[in-house]
Structure formats: C-alpha cells, structure tokens
C-alpha cells in the first residue's frame, strides 16, 4: 500500500487548514460510522463531517441511486433549469416532510453551502420588511461570508472579514446570563423602549441548539417565546437548521417540539444525505417577493443533491427512524451524565439535546485533550464553543448500538487517562 507524503499539504495547502491538525492522518475509506486511514486504522466516527453526514458515510440505497442516475448521463449541472431530479425531490419533500407537520413552504434552491442559505435569508427578510437591522444572538454561528459573519458571535471568526460587520444587534441567547434570568424580557425591553438605540428589526435569526457556539440548548418555552415577540412586533423569525436540524436532534426538524413555525428555515448540511454540498431555504408562499435571479448561483442545480436527498427522505417516511434517533439520544444523555458524576474533575456541564451533545469543561483545554486523547484511541470527536472549552457527540443517526457504547468506552478511558495523569496546564 502506497503512503501519502503529508508534507505535500504542509508544502502546498493553506495554513488555513484546520481540522487535519486536529486528526493528523490520511483517510482513505469510509462507510456507515466508520472511518479508515491509510495504515488501515479504523476509528469511529462521532464527527459525522460536523453534522453534513447524520446518515454515515456512503449509504448504500443512496450510493446506488446516484451511480445509477450518473450511469444513465442524467443531467448534473442544471442551474435552476427545471429537471426531474428536482422536481422528485420537491414533490418528495413537501409529502414526507412538510405536509405531516402543517407545514407550508415555498423552496427556494441557494448556493449549496449553509452560508448562502442563511445570506439568502437575510436578504429575503430585508426586502419583504423594508428594514435594515437583524438580532442574532450571543454564541450563534451562521456562516462565514459577509452577512453570515454579521450575525455570527465568535470574535474570532469576525476579526476574519478583515471589515466593519454591521446592521446586526446581538442579544444574550437563552441562559447566557444565569438560569434565573430571562433573556427575553432585556430583549423585549429594548424594542419597547423608544430610546434603546435598537430600531425593529427585519428579523431575528437563532439556532434552537448552538453547535460551533458550544451546544446550547435553548428552553423550548424560550422558543416560544421568542416566536410570540416576532409575531408581536412584525419581525420574521429565522431558524437556522443547518445543523441541528435534519434529525440531529431528534426530530427532522429542531425546532419540531417547541410547536413553532419559523418564517423562514435554512437547511444543508447533512440535507443531501450523502455529504454532498446542497442547500435550501425554506419561507411562508407570502414572503416570496424575489424578483427572478435577485439571488442565485452558479452551483443551485445540484442534481447529484437532488437524487440522494430524495432517496434519504425515505428514512421519514414513517416514525420508526425518528423514535429510533430519540432513544439513542438518551443513551447519550445517559453515558455523559453518569460520566459528569463520576469525573467531577472535568468541571463538567452535560449540554445539547438527542445526538447533538457534549460536555462544557471548566478546566482550561481540557477538551481539546480529550478529542486528542480519544483520537489515539479510534474516535474521532471534534470540540465547540468560543474557547473550544466543549468536547461534542455527533454521531451518525443510524449507528448501532454497540458502536455507540464502544464510542462512550473511548471517551470514558480518554478521560480516566487526563484527570488521573497530571498532564494538563
């Protein structure tokens, strides 16, 4: 077997480069919740492509679907031309997805990255109100381009725009000041109160659970409440779902158990099922002012996209999946709170909801050595939060029982062998 040089990246890839840092090998192989490298390692994967493969790598009814399209020369690259790989998956998705929850949306198809989504968002939502200004909240992440960055928490990530990032108000998320308070009544203060500084916004935008922000649950009564203010004061409420959503945290969609309807919904990540880039953005048929070609680009006609996101539908076609997703999810929950309890160590906070979860550590880059240290040992596992300070469970909905279990092993050991070693700072 012939062996990668890895001074080929370090001599011609970008320093921007990041996750290779954090697993320092070369993959070559992939299926289900498993991943291999070149020296035939296998390790388990609970990173999942940070959330764009919720079914595993290379599902085989997916698989086979799109060698067969692409077999058959069906188109690929298409614009937004009408196809009928497109036309499939729309009539596909509104009877699975939409019409069981009562819910009724146009589909509009961006670039197919998250960002566009959420960029086509905002300037959807700015255009219907005829107003400038966006709330977002503390710790979101919603992107990297320009509009995305402005509603983004992480300094970080903002210092990178290199410009000022405007038209945006950030407000604590829920809990971010203490659980005794209500987030929401200093936000609503602010739009009654005439000298706040704080025009009306054309929309807030919010994640129901913060991934990259360090996977923080929001209260479903916070949600609803924050709908109830939106629907008070003319604003559009804007779900980003790309990555809590299509199942990650239980239900297709995140915000399914707080019984709220968003105005407008971004989806891609693990939409396309396949780890394939695709994107929509999801809004009420009344809000669809566009006018034809006022956003689009080059890469919206992903037929590839459209054949195995269809084909992943078919996981929701009855409640089973859905169930199946939400007693793993307690297993997670299970695993890291007896985990918690048993290494007071860590400093620990058990956070997220069904398969998007983790552990806050209190001790500075304890994290970070635990997705290190679990590393060595076959789980790949990435952190979150504004200080990596969270180390994060995204493993592939469909993972069994006993890969999960060897998974919660790994991590246990990795973290028995940290606080029991007086190798950190």
């Known amino acids: 077997m012939s062996h990668t040089d890895m001074e080929i990246f370090e ?5 921007v480069r990041s996750y290779c840092r954090s697993f320092p090998t070369v993959f070559t192989k992939a299926k289900g919740h498993k991943i291999w490298d070149e020296q035939g390692r296998e390790y388990i994967d609970f990173f999942s492509g940070a959330g764009a493969l919720n079914y595993g790598h290379n599902d085989e009814k997916m698989k086979k679907k799109l060698i067969e399209y692409i077999e058959q020369d069906g188109i690929t690259h298409s614009l937004d031309k009408a196809t009928n790989t497109k036309a499939e998956f729309i009539q596909k998705f509104n009877d699975v997805i939409l019409k069981p929850r009562n819910l009724e949306y146009k589909m509009m198809f961006p670039g ?11 300037k959807l939502a700015r255009k219907v109100t005829g107003r400038t200004d966006i709330i977002s909240f503390t710790n979101g992440f919603h992107g990297m381009t320009i509009g995305s960055l402005s509603v983004t928490g992480n300094a970080a990530k903002r210092k990178g725009a290199g410009v000022p990032l405007q038209n945006a ?3 604590p998320y829920d809990n971010y000041v203490s659980d005794n308070y209500d987030t929401l009544d200093y936000l609503e203060r602010f739009l009654e109160d005439g000298g706040s500084g704080v025009d009306i916004p054309a929309a807030m935008i919010v994640e129901t ?5 360090g996977i923080n649950a929001a209260r479903l009564e916070w949600l609803k409440r924050i709908e109830a203010i939106c629907k008070r004061w003319d604003i559009l409420l804007i779900v980003d779902d790309i990555q809590a959503g299509v199942g990650r945290t239980g239900t297709f969609f995140s915000f399914e158990p707080a019984g709220i309807k968003p105005d407008i919904v971004c989806l891609s990540k693990s939409l396309s099922g396949y780890g394939v880039p695709f994107a929509i953005t999801l809004f009420r048929p009344e809000l669809d002012v566009w006018n034809p070609g006022e956003h ?15 084909a992943a539908l078919d996981y929701w076609k009855d409640d089973k999946f859905e169930k199946e997703i939400q007693r793993k999810g307690k297993m997670v929950e299970e695993f890291l709170t007896q985990l918690n309890n048993k ?5 620990g906070e058990v956070r997220g909801r069904g398969l998007m979860a983790g552990i806050a550590c209190g001790v500075d880059g304890l994290a970070s050595k635990v997705a290190e240290e679990a590393f060595k040992h076959g789980l790949i596992m990435e952190t979150s939060g504004p200080e990596d300070e969270v180390f ?15 998974g919660f092993d790994i991590i246990e050991q990795s973290v028995k062998t940290l606080v029991k070693e007086p190798i950190m700072n």
């Open 392 to 406: 994060k469970l995204f493993p592939a909905m469909n993972i069994d029982d006993d890969a999960l279990k060897k």
């Open 169 to 171: 108000v950030t407000m």
């Open 296 to 310: 689009n680009g080059t890469f919206r006609g992903n037929n590839h996209a459209f054949v195995t996101a269809a």
């Open 11 to 15: 001599k011609y890839e970008s320093v």
């Open 112 to 122: 197919p990255t998250g960002t566009n989504s959420v960029e086509s968002a905002l």
């Open 209 to 213: 659970v913060q991934g990259e922000g």
């Open 343 to 347: 290494f007071p160590e860590l400093k």
